[in-house]
Each structure stands twice: as C-alpha cells, then as structure tokens.
C-alpha cells in the first residue's frame, strides 16, 4: 500500500522535460498554477486540460503512474467537489436543478466543482510533471540554492536548508520501506491496524511510530558520521560535479509556459462559454 | 621499507556517557604499512568496529599515541586537522542505506569530491572512474533505492573511491547483505586491494579473512593475535578462545584429512582447497 505513494519520487528518462534548467522549472511550475488560476471559460479549462496531457506525453512518464499518484488525493478532491456543489452562492439567473430542506443545487454549482476538479488535477499533474517526476531531488535543491544564494548574504542558512531537504528526499524511499517492515512485524504480532473506531485505529499507529522514530535517529546519528568521514564541512568551498547554465531551450519552454497566461486570458475573453 | 600509514602505541579507548564510562580498548599497539590488506576479526563486541572509527577520527583516542600518516593525533586535534586526516583515511560502514546522502547514483558518489572543493570536471572525471571500479557504471543514473544491498554497498565504496584515500576502511560491510552481494562487495574490496591502496577490513566472517595478507584478532578489547592467515588459522586453541572459527574451506581440508584423505591441509581459500582436494583425487587415481 505504502508503495504507491510516488509523491515526490524522480522517474529517471530521458525527455525534453527532463532536460530543462531545475531553475527554469521551478519558475515554469509557479507560472503553470498562476495560468491555471486564470480560467474562465469552459474553453479555457478544457486548455489546461490538454497542457496537462501534453506535458504527461512530453515527459514520458507512464500516464498509469501519475493516476496512480492522484489516488491517494481522490478523497481531497471528492470532498471539495461536493463542498463546491453544495456551497455555491447563486448568482442571478442561474439555474435550479434540485432542492430539498436549506440545500439548493444550482447548475452552476456542479459546473463550479467540475472546474475545481480540474484545476486540483491540473495543479497536481503539472508541478509533479515538471518538477517531482522529471526533475532529480538533488538538481531541484541545486536549482533552490543557486536561486536563492544572493540570500545567504543575508545570513540565510541556505545551503544547509539545501542539504536538508536533499537528505529528507533522498530517505523518503528508506522510511516508506522501513514503515511497512515495522507494520508486519507488528502484524504478526497481532496488532490490528484497520478496525475499531478511529482512536483505537490511531492508538494503533503508536507502536508502528515509536521504532520508525528511533531507527530514524540513529540512521541520522549514522549519517552524520558518514558524511563526516566523506570530509563534508558545510557549504563552504564546496564545489558542484554538474554546474547549471541556462540555455535557449530553457527560455523557450518558459515562454511556452508563460504565453499559456496569454491563451488563456484571449479564450476568455472571446470564448467565454460557461463562466461561473 | 614501506611507509607506516597507521601507528598506536598503548592506545586505550572508552565511551564516556554522561553517569557511565565503558572501556572498550585496551593497550593497542599496531603498525600498519602502506599497501597492505589488513583484516580485524573479532567476535560481537570485541572492539573491532570501534578500533575502525578510532583509524577515521570519529572516536578518538582516551590515551595512548595514534599516528596517522605520521601525524601525531592527540586530544586537541583541530578540525583541519581532522579533515586532512579524512582526505586519506575512507570509511565504509556497515548500513549502505545510511551513507547514501543523494538519491542518484552518481550524485551521491560526486558528495565527497564536491566537498573537497574539485573542479567540475575533475569530479566528473572521478565519479566515472569510481563507478567504473566497482562495476556500476550503467546504473550511474539510476535512483539508488532501487538498487539491491550489494549495489548500494558497492555504491558507497564508490563514493568512497571519488576521494580517492590511500586506506580504505571497511567496517564490517558485508554483514547486512545477502551472500550475491557479499561476494559482489568481496570482489570490489579485493580488486581496491590489487590497485595499491590499503584495506583494513573489519569483519567477523572467517571466509573473507583468509584473502587478507594480515589479520589482527581481536578479543575483548585487546590484539589475541596477529600474523598472516596461514598462521591465525593454525592455532586452533587462540581461534577458541577468542570465539572465532575456521573458514569453511579449511574446515573441508581438515574433514577430508581426518578421514583418512591424503591431502595437504594448508589451502585458505575456497579456489586452492579445490585445487588441494583434485590433486588428492588424483592421488588415489580418480579422474
């Protein structure tokens, strides 16, 4: 079960996604949500559905996979499907479809949720696509530190806040894998995780967190004495094996990226089908 | 005369908690020359693995003198020093998962040189090349949690090589693996050693000692004996006490032997005791 979590996990190909600056990509991936927040129009939506696809197809990356990666959210965004439907404020002339008690379902309220569902597909699909999937841990911190280096001027750890997220990555794998252990062996001890009420259920989670956390310690303990041994001081005089340099197609997939805003606004305004 | 890379002379170690103080080392006098391949054996607890971290400065020494590549170490080494030290002295630890700091191959590898202040392409140069070494080279790309036990050990020598020390430490590396990985990480350590550098391989099993041109035994905290593996191997009565035992080929030899074979029991490794056994075959006239 804990295996299907791929949230944060790097698909090593070798796909024009794959090759993009780290830093022109966390760019991009900010200005892919600020576009997808622009949508109005049906049109509009229906747009960053298809960018969405296209980026999948661009990179890849089995599409089984990324809807793999969505199943754990279905639940987030169910919810906020229904909460849309059922907390939309009727505008003038919208449309009554059903009604019992205090509860109204406009038309445009179901039409609201679908686009909110697209939109948390999207955002998800999009920054996993360009960052999480196509870009390694390692390149996307490089790519954090060198746009945030003017700031360590200021006094800002930044390297070190690099470091640690570099390691909290490189052992998400470890710890998912380490968590499952730990639940059979407290399975075969009898302990029962998925019945009772939900305390009970929670209660449950205590002797599967208690070990994770001390094994955690002392695999940190351990890591620390390794990396010692491999003459690490900081971030100090360090060099880097591969140097980041921006190159025309990077400018180009920004520009791809950035001129979505564009599109959107234009099917907007002139195709502004189903605008809630 | 060979350099001596490592020196202790009455060296003593104990861990210091806050209520409790636990002696582990006592009066530990070694040399260890350049090019060598030391092995430390030891039973659970004998010390060994501490006499290791006290070689990379990770423990260091309550009294006594340690000499690493003739500097004298003593309690007020400064943290250059120490650094300097560790430019020369590589440590492998026994978890491969927990001295992995980067999720790709061949960026956790660059972790060491890049921290030396190497140039780009130097580092890039050494990376390939220590990949190359211990024969993973075509999953430099890969992410390293889905390698087996073998290929991360054998990655984390890798990262290990990129330093490019003079002495190698391996602190009982093989004892998590799976016997494929053993043998694959046995065969990278052998191969460093037939490149020159030093190895001291700390381990308990018997089977990956013999291949050691020394080995140090280790027992409650103090050297039970030292000599080369012809001759630890034929004092049965330290081997017992000390908790140690024979490796396997030895003990085939000896069982043969026993029985009435005639064979020549002096083979350590499993490829001579073979050799041994067919001559005897031979012998008796068996084809």
Same mark, same amino acid.
């Given at each position: 079960?804990?295996?299907?979590?791929?949230?944060?996990?790097?698909?090593?190909?070798?796909? /024009?996604?794959?090759?993009?600056?780290?830093?022109?990509?966390?760019?991009?991936?900010?200005?892919?949500?600020?576009?997808?927040?622009?949508?109005?129009?049906?049109?509009?939506?229906?747009?960053?559905?298809?960018?969405?696809?296209?980026?999948?197809?661009?990179?890849?990356?089995?599409?089984?996979?990324?809807?793999?990666?969505?199943?754990?959210?279905?639940?987030?965004?169910?919810?906020?499907?229904?909460?849309?439907?059922?907390?939309?404020?009727?505008?003038?002339?919208?449309?009554?479809?059903?009604?019992?008690?205090?509860?109204?379902?406009?038309?445009?309220?179901?039409?609201?949720?679908?686009?909110?569902?697209?939109?948390?597909?999207?955002?998800?699909?999009?920054?996993?696509?360009?960052?999480?999937?196509?870009?390694?841990?390692?390149?996307?911190?490089?790519?954090? $530190?060198?746009?945030? @280096?003017?700031?360590?001027?200021?006094?800002?750890?930044?390297?070190?806040?690099?470091?640690?997220?570099?390691?909290?990555?490189?052992?998400?794998?470890?710890?998912? $894998?380490?968590?499952?252990?730990?639940?059979? @062996?407290?399975?075969?001890?009898?302990?029962?995780?998925?019945?009772?009420?939900?305390?009970?259920?929670?209660?449950?989670?205590?002797?599967?967190?208690?070990?994770?956390?001390?094994?955690?310690?002392?695999?940190?303990?351990?890591?620390?004495? @390794?990396? $010692?041994?491999?003459?690490?001081?900081?971030?100090?005089?360090?060099?880097?094996?591969?140097?980041?340099?921006?190159?025309?197609?990077?400018?180009?997939?920004?520009?791809?990226?950035?001129?979505?805003?564009?599109?959107?606004?234009?099917?907007?305004?002139?195709?502004?089908?189903?605008?809630? | 005369?060979?350099?001596?890379?490592?020196?202790?002379?009455?060296?003593?170690?104990?861990?210091?908690?806050?209520?409790?103080?636990?002696?582990?080392?006592?009066?530990?006098?070694?040399?260890?020359?350049?090019?060598?391949?030391?092995?430390?054996?030891?039973?659970?607890?004998?010390?060994?693995?501490?006499?290791?971290?006290?070689?990379?400065?990770?423990?260091?020494?309550?009294?006594?003198?340690?000499?690493?590549?003739?500097?004298?170490?003593?309690?007020?080494?400064?943290?250059?020093?120490?650094?300097?030290?560790?430019?020369?002295?590589?440590?492998?630890?026994?978890?491969?998962?927990?001295?992995?700091?980067?999720?790709?191959?061949?960026?956790?590898?660059?972790?060491? /040189?890049?921290?030396?202040?190497?140039?780009?392409?130097?580092?890039?140069?050494?990376?390939?090349?220590?990949?190359?070494?211990?024969?993973?080279?075509?999953?430099?790309?890969?992410?390293?949690?889905?390698?087996?036990?073998?290929?991360?050990?054998?990655?984390?020598?890798?990262?290990?090589?990129?330093?490019?020390?003079?002495?190698?430490?391996?602190?009982?590396?093989?004892?998590?693996?799976?016997?494929?990985?053993?043998?694959?990480?046995?065969?990278?350590?052998?191969?460093?050693?037939?490149?020159?550098?030093?190895?001291?391989?700390?381990?308990?099993?018997?089977?990956?000692?013999?291949?050691?041109?020394?080995?140090?035994?280790?027992?409650?905290?103090?050297?039970?004996?030292?000599?080369?593996?012809?001759?630890?191997?034929?004092?049965?009565?330290?081997?017992?006490?000390?908790?140690?035992?024979?490796?396997?080929?030895?003990?085939?030899?000896?069982?043969?032997?026993?029985?009435?074979?005639?064979?020549?029991?002096?083979?350590?490794?499993?490829?001579?005791?073979?050799?041994?056994?067919?001559?005897?075959?031979?012998?008796?006239?068996?084809?």
């Amino acid at each position: 079960m804990l295996k299907d979590i791929t949230l944060g996990q790097y698909f090593p190909l070798n796909s /024009p996604i794959h090759r993009i600056d780290p830093r022109m990509k966390l760019i991009s991936a900010i200005v892919y949500i600020v576009a997808i927040f622009f949508a109005k129009s049906a049109i509009a939506y229906g747009f960053i559905l298809l960018t969405a696809i296209l980026l999948i197809l661009f990179s890849k990356i089995p599409i089984i996979t990324i809807l793999k990666s969505l199943k754990p959210l279905i639940i987030i965004i169910i919810i906020t499907g229904i909460i849309n439907i059922f907390w939309y404020q009727p505008k003038e002339g919208a449309h009554l479809l059903a009604s019992f008690w205090i509860i109204n379902i406009y038309l445009e309220g179901i039409i609201s949720a679908v686009y909110m569902l697209t939109r948390i597909a999207c955002i998800i699909i999009g920054t996993s696509v360009i960052l999480t999937y196509t870009t390694s841990p390692i390149a996307l911190t490089d790519g954090l $530190e060198q746009m945030l @280096a003017p700031l360590g001027k200021l006094h800002i750890p930044v390297h070190e806040f690099s470091m640690m997220m570099t390691i909290a990555m490189r052992f998400i794998p470890t710890i998912i $894998e380490e968590t499952d252990k730990i639940m059979s @062996a407290q399975k075969a001890r009898g302990s029962d995780f998925s019945s009772g009420n939900i305390i009970k259920r929670i209660k449950a989670l205590v002797p599967i967190l208690i070990p994770l956390f001390v094994s955690s310690f002392r695999r940190a303990d351990e890591l620390a004495t @390794a990396m $010692e041994c491999r003459c690490y001081r900081g971030g100090e005089g360090r060099t880097k094996m591969i140097k980041l340099r921006f190159r025309f197609t990077d400018f180009l997939w920004l520009f791809m990226v950035a001129s979505m805003i564009a599109i959107i606004i234009v099917i907007n305004i002139y195709l502004p089908f189903y605008i809630v | 005369m060979t350099e001596t890379v490592i020196k202790t002379e009455n060296l003593n170690f104990q861990y210091e908690t806050d209520d409790k103080i636990k002696p582990v080392l006592f009066d530990i006098n070694l040399d260890i020359k350049k090019g060598s391949f030391v092995c430390i054996l030891g039973r659970n607890g004998s010390g060994k693995s501490t006499l290791a971290k006290v070689f990379c400065l990770v423990n260091k020494p309550t009294s006594g003198s340690l000499e690493l590549f003739g500097t004298k170490i003593g309690s007020d080494v400064t943290e250059d020093q120490e650094y300097e030290i560790r430019k020369k002295i590589g440590m492998v630890f026994q978890n491969p998962d927990n001295q992995m700091v980067a999720t790709i191959v061949e960026e956790d590898v660059a972790f060491g /040189p890049e921290n030396l202040g190497v140039e780009p392409k130097e580092i890039r140069r050494r990376v390939d090349e220590a990949l190359d070494i211990v024969g993973m080279k075509e999953f430099a790309r890969h992410s390293a949690s889905q390698l087996s036990g073998g290929q991360k050990q054998r990655v984390a020598i890798a990262g290990i090589i990129a330093l490019s020390p003079d002495v190698i430490v391996f602190d009982e590396s093989t004892a998590m693996l799976d016997p494929i990985g053993r043998r694959e990480v046995m065969q990278t350590i052998l191969k460093l050693a037939g490149m020159g550098k030093t190895i001291i391989l700390i381990t308990h099993h018997m089977d990956e000692a013999v291949y050691a041109d020394r080995i140090i035994v280790l027992s409650k905290g103090r050297v039970a004996a030292d000599g080369t593996p012809e001759g630890i191997f034929s004092r049965e009565k330290m081997l017992k006490e000390t908790g140690l035992d024979l490796p396997q080929s030895k003990k085939v030899l000896n069982k043969l032997s026993e029985k009435g074979l005639d064979i020549s029991t002096e083979g350590l490794d499993p490829k001579s005791a073979a050799e041994k056994i067919a001559d005897a075959l031979r012998k008796r006239g068996l084809q």
